[in-house]
């Protein structure tokens, strides 16, 4: 046993290399958010704007809302219980209100329940295929915004005259 231990130790380990991130661009997300149900296409707009997963922006009730001017607020609830705040912009608030006037939830399908990730992801996909000609998770919506945030950094870091982010 100690044999086989020791060969395996001495073959070295495969390093893969970080995934690349998925992203969509500008033509295609407005496509691909023109092909989805109005209803869906609000639930997908917000993860794109907040960088928030489906399953937390279906969460939102509406005594988790606060609007702020030009802004509304969310309150999110990630895994393990994690609350963190989200924004939208009044104007897509706007438009979810007079989508989904009212209920418990923020988004709350017709019989008075919070959506299904699965069905939102499982939209999003279908009207990918179809419009994009390739598989678009509800997950690639919000890497936008980490990729806004990581662009952002990098300008800062190289203003405050680093080479590379922090």
Known sequence: MSLIRGALAEIPAVKKAPPDIA????EERSALFAALPLRVRLVAETPYVTGARVSEVLGVRRDQVKPNGASVEL????????????????????????????GTYLFESRRGRHFKREYISREIARAARRV????????????????????????LSVEAGRRSLP
Do not use: D, M, N
Request: proline letters at 5%; aromatic letters at 6%.
């Open 132 to 155: 994009l000609g390739r598989s678009v998770s509800a997950h690639v919506l919000r890497q936008r915004t980490k990729l806004v945030h990581r662009e952002k950094l990098l300008i």
């Open 23 to 26: 992203v969509v661009s500008p």
């Open 75 to 102: 309150r999110l609830y990630g895994k393990g219980g994690k609350e963190r705040a989200g924004r939208i912009p009044a104007e897509l608030y706007r438009r979810i209100l007079q989508v989904f006037p009212s």
